[in-house]
């Protein structure tokens, strides 16, 4: 019996050759030399392929490659004006006019012809289309991405539609008169639609109305809107409950042993106010005349083993998502809220990474434990800016705390601690503030882009309404976080990829050179003047001339559009924003399958290099094959969450 991905490159090989021809299952069978035992795998390769778009079935039930037959196959996306565009499984982006994306819709899989525009200028295209030269045709639907389509209920003569709430669903679609259909609605409601095969271009497409929402632009009718728009899930499957039942709600001196015990060691979280869970913790202590960083992370693995419901849904999930004043927690709220969420004064089970540095901030050693932890305080960010900045105790006492109904947990009011824990805690975050500023300075200094935008954020109040709008400034307190949780990834990938084992790495490629010449043109308007963006130390000057510019705002949103987006690969290609060779996501397994993957592996090296910490039940390395089909469709749900 073949592999299927090494049976399913033997097929692509043979159907590029430059003698075949198309040909049946039974003669691509012949020519492969393959056993009649071998028959189903080659019917299950053939057939993946035909949907994944690379091959495509022809006249007589039989096959060719369709870069042969001057086809190309991907996925399309539309753009509010009608004009799309497909993008290949290789990142390939060809355009297609609005006349030519036939009875597509947008996240469609398609095959489309090639068009050459050296051989016809009969149609003029944009500057910013893609390629200058090649442009598509779409000529047949593989796989559809929508079965259902929500939008607002209107009435326009003698006819109903629905005008999709997505502006890339180009369309409105029509239904038949609500007064005559199960579901009742008027017009105003927002409702689901379930799509009827389109297969007419002419004729607009059309459906059947599943259900009504509520009245348009009501809070709930949005939300629930929202749910089906991006295919999101509200609650979990029964058997995943059923396995919640038998996760324990503290942790237990069964669970501890043989794990490296720092209850003793002062630790605290530093979250958002909102924040619904808490998957990462920080340390400081000393070895000798270093001084050592802990960071601990949730350790999630130990409760979710692989194969179970549990891990099944949170992989489908691939993340949590983040809406206004709720989430839809990957992981069920009994482990994302509790025994796994780093809660102040409980017992929690963590992977720690240790960095060790000298007195000026260089790291000589690194070193990894499964621990068990005992946070001593949940600081939102303005309780640790105040301790990183005011130096009188009562000011300090004074910031609020988060309030209950918008958070996880509250921690305890620091007006309610000792002056002598204020000045402690006043001096341990101070005292790692000066290490991790040492560290963000080294590293933008290397060539690290700072790419953080101003982000304003919706707080509700207790009933669930608006109640301010706040401008959240990137400062020192979220700064502090981020260069040990970058250096704890750092140090994980490192480690992974020197043992020469496969993981799942956070891969930010480098940008097109197209794309940088049209930022450069963007730019000149506004007084910027460039010099060759690819060079990075020019990229770093433009960056810096635009965090200077009155529309930074506007300037810096454009650069990020330049930049390609970070995907998830399990391959070690470089983070081009971060400027580092091996990165990898290890410190949100709580809201990150990514984490989750690596968490394993990392079990797998602990008991392969025997460390006296590694998990006493066997874990089984996770293939390349594997986690090159979670990776791409983590970095699938990950767009769709953002």
Same mark, same amino acid.
């Given at each position: ?62 096959? =060719? ?23 290949? @499984? ?10 030519? !994306? ?20 009969? $149609? ?35 006819? +109903? ?28 409601? @927002? ?6 095969? +389109? ?71 530093? *979250?958002?106010?909102?924040?619904? *869970?808490?998957?990462? #913790? ?84 690194? $070193? ?37 109904? #918008?958070?996880?947990? !509250? ?75 970058? #250096? ?21 490629? *480098? ?72 990165? =990898? ?13 690596? $968490? ?32 791409? $469709? ?9």
């Amino acid at each position: 019996m073949k592999n299927l991905e090494n049976l399913s490159q033997e097929i692509l090989k043979l159907l590029r050759s430059k003698n075949y021809v198309p040909s049946d299952l039974g003669q691509i069978a012949i020519a492969l030399n393959l056993e009649r035992g071998d028959i189903p795998q080659l019917n299950a390769a053939i057939s993946k392929m035909v949907k994944e778009g690379c091959v495509l079935r022809v006249k007589n039930e039989r096959y =060719a490659a369709t870069n042969d037959l001057d086809l190309i196959a991907g996925t399309i996306e539309f753009r509010p004006n009608g004009k799309a565009s497909i993008r290949t @499984k290789e990142g390939k982006v060809v355009s297609v006019r609005r006349e030519d !994306t036939g009875v597509a819709l947008d996240g469609d899989k398609v095959i489309a012809r090639k068009i050459d525009e050296r051989k016809n200028k009969k $149609h003029r295209y944009d500057k910013y289309d893609t390629d200058e030269s090649l442009f598509a045709k779409v000529i047949r639907i593989i796989e559809r991405k929508r079965e259902f389509v929500v939008g607002t209920l209107k009435k326009s003569w003698n006819f +109903w539609h629905i005008i999709p709430d997505d502006p890339r669903f180009y369309y409105d679609v029509i239904v038949a008169d609500p007064s005559t259909s199960k579901v009742k609605a008027e017009e105003g409601d @927002k409702v689901i639609v379930r799509l009827n095969a +389109w297969e007419v271009k002419n004729i607009n497409p059309s459906g059947e109305i599943t259900e009504n929402l509520g009245q348009s632009h009501t809070p709930m009718a949005e939300y629930k809107a929202i749910l089906v728009k991006y295919d999101l899930a509200v609650d979990f499957p029964e058997a995943v409950l059923q396995e919640v039942k038998n996760i324990p709600k503290e942790v237990t001196a069964a669970d501890i042993e043989g794990r490296l015990d720092l209850r003793n060691e002062f630790t605290m979280t530093i *979250d958002p106010s909102d924040a619904k *869970d808490f998957d990462d #913790a920080i340390s400081i202590g000393k070895n000798g005349k270093l001084i050592r960083i802990g960071v601990h992370i949730a350790d999630v693995s130990y409760y979710v083993k692989g194969g179970t419901a549990l891990d099944k849904e949170a992989r489908k999930r691939g993340n949590s998502t983040y809406l206004v004043g709720t989430v839809l927690p990957m992981l069920p709220f009994e482990l994302s809220n509790g025994i796994c969420s780093l809660l102040e004064g409980q017992d929690r089970l963590v992977k720690s990474v240790f960095l060790e540095f000298d007195t000026i901030g260089d790291c000589k050693s690194v $070193h990894f434990a499964n621990s068990v932890i005992r946070s001593n305080k949940r600081l939102s960010y303005k309780q640790a800016y105040a301790l990183l900045t005011e130096n009188d105790i009562e000011k300090i006492k004074a910031v609020k705390t988060p309030d209950a109904y #918008a958070t996880g947990a !509250t921690g305890k009011p620091l007006s309610e601690c000792s002056d002598e824990f204020i000045g402690r805690l006043r001096f341990i975050i101070r005292q790692m503030w000066s290490i991790a500023s040492t560290l963000r300075k080294r590293r933008m200094k290397k060539g690290s882009l700072d790419l953080d935008m101003p982000e304003t954020r919706i707080f509700l109040d207790a009933e669930g309404y608006a109640a301010r709008i706040e401008k959240l400034e990137y400062d020192e307190s979220h700064q502090l976080i981020e260069e040990f949780m970058l #250096a704890a990834n750092e140090a994980v990938a490192r480690e992974l990829f020197d043992a020469h084992l496969p993981y799942i790495s956070r891969v930010h490629d *480098d940008p097109d050179e197209e794309k940088l010449m049209d930022l450069r043109e963007f730019l000149e308007p506004y007084g910027i003047q460039t010099g060759d963006l690819t060079r990075r130390r020019e990229l770093m000057k433009v960056l810096n001339a635009i965090n200077k510019h009155p529309q930074s705002y506007i300037l810096k949103t454009q650069l990020l559009r330049s930049l390609k987006r970070a995907v998830y690969r399990a391959s070690a290609d470089g983070h081009f924003g971060l400027m580092k060779d091996y990165y =990898a996501h290890f410190t949100s397994p709580i809201r990150r399958y990514a984490d989750f993957t690596v $968490h394993r592996t990392m079990n797998y090296h602990m008991q392969l290099t025997k460390d006296p910490t590694a998990p006493k039940q066997k874990q089984e390395l996770l293939s390349q094959s594997y986690l090159e089909g979670i990776a791409e $469709h983590i970095s699938k749900t990950e767009a769709n969450s953002t």
